[in-house]
C-alpha cells in the first residue's frame, strides 16, 4: 500500500475576482510508497503548499482523489499518524517549547508518560534540551524551526510533511536541521 496516493488532484480558489477562481493545483498524480522520501520542488506559487493542505484535510480537492495511509483526507483517521510541519507556524508564545510538544502529543491523545518519554528524545534529537523550559517567544527562527520538527514528530509518524523546514534558519542551523531529517 502507498502511504501516499493522488490521482488527478485540483484545486481551485474561487475568488470572486476572476471568472473561474484561480487554479493552484491542476491534475497533480503522484504515489509514494512506504520508507520513501521524497521532495515537492517547484518555484513559490506553484501549489506545494496546497498540496500538502488537501492532503492533511485542511482545504477541500476541487476534483480528483487522494489517499494518506489508505485513509482519503477528510477521514481524521488519515491525520493520525501523520506529522506536519507548516511554513509559516505561529506557535503560540506563551508556551515553552516542551509545552508545545506536550499539547501537541494531547492533541494525538498520547498517554502522559509516552508524551514525556518522547518530549525527551525528541528535544534531545533537535538540540533543544536546555531551552525545553524557555518560553518560545524568546526562542530564534532556527529554534522555532527545531521545537516545530520535535512537535511534529511527537505521534511517531509514518508519514511526515515538512513544508520549508530550513526556511529563515542560518547555515548552521540548516544543516542541524538536516541531520535530523
Do not use: C
Not at 517549547?97 to 514525556?116: C, F, H, P, Q, S
Not at 511534529?152 to 548552521?172: A, C, K, R
Request: charge should be neutral; charged fraction near 25%.
Amino acid at each position: 500500500m502507498n502511504v501516499v496516493t493522488v490521482n488527478e488532484l485540483t484545486k481551485v480558489y474561487h475568488t470572486g475576482m476572476k471568472k473561474g477562481g484561480i487554479t493552484a493545483l491542476d491534475s497533480v498524480s503522484l504515489h509514494i510508497e512506504p520508507g520513501e522520501i521524497f521532495g515537492l520542488l517547484g518555484p513559490n506559487g506553484a501549489g506545494k503548499t496546497t498540496l500538502f493542505k488537501l492532503l492533511l484535510g485542511i482545504s477541500s480537492i476541487t476534483s480528483g482523489e487522494a489517499t494518506l495511509l489508505g485513509n482519503t483526507p477528510s477521514n481524521p483517521k488519515s491525520r493520525m499518524k501523520i506529522g506536519y510541519l507548516p511554513e509559516n507556524h505561529r506557535f503560540p508564545e506563551h508556551l515553552t517549547g516542551l509545552g508545545l510538544i506536550t499539547l501537541t502529543g494531547r492533541m494525538y491523545n498520547l498517554k502522559e508518560d509516552v508524551i514525556a518519554q518522547r518530549a525527551d528524545e525528541l528535544l534531545e534529537t533537535v538540540d533543544m534540551t536546555k531551552w525545553a523550559d524557555t518560553k518560545m517567544k524568546k526562542y530564534s527562527k532556527g529554534m522555532l524551526q527545531r521545537v516545530g520538527l520535535a512537535q511534529s514528530m511527537i505521534n511517531d509518524p509514518e508519514v511526515l510533511f515538512l513544508d520549508e523546514p530550513t526556511d529563515g534558519v542560518d547555515p548552521v542551523g540548516r544543516a542541524e536541521i538536516k541531520k535530523v531529517m
